[in-house]
């Protein structure tokens, strides 16, 4: 199990740009696949991206490919999530996970572990 503390959420404006990150503690996720999900009030939590370390796949809902990117960067325990171009439909509580394992994981009960979250607000 690894404990996951995500950062980097704020109020933006339409267009603008934000840098999600998740630090990691009490395992290395370099044996994870990474996600991102985010969940709008009434809404379920939806995938956002992931990242898989071997052989470092990435995969993106349709809604943010092209905009977001997921990275990782093994040896400082974190993975970041860059937001651009974002809309107002992108506000949401944006929650990093950790799946031991590989492969580019889209369902959110494959993941063990999870962040706390972190309010990403996009104003029109």
């Known amino acids: 199990q690894v404990q996951l503390v995500e950062s980097g959420g704020g109020l933006v404006q339409a267009g603008g740009s934000l840098r999600l990150s998740c630090a990691a503690s009490?395992?290395?996720?370099?044996?994870?696949?990474m996600g991102w999900f985010r969940q709008a009030p009434g809404k379920e939590r939806d995938f956002v991206a992931a990242?898989?370390?071997?052989?470092?796949?990435?995969g993106y809902a349709d809604s943010v490919k092209g905009r977001f990117t997921i990275s990782r960067d093994n040896a400082k325990n974190t993975v970041t999530l860059q937001m651009n171009s974002l809309k107002p439909e992108d506000t949401a509580v944006y929650y990093c996970?950790?799946?031991?394992?590989?492969?580019?994981?889209?369902?959110?009960?494959?993941?063990?572990?999870w962040g706390q979250g972190t309010q990403v607000t996009v104003s029109s």
């Open positions: 996970a950790a799946r031991r394992g590989i492969g580019v994981i889209t369902t959110s009960q494959e993941y063990a572990d």
């Open positions: 009490g395992g290395a996720l370099s044996s994870y696949t």
């Open positions: 990242n898989s370390w071997s052989p470092g796949r990435t």
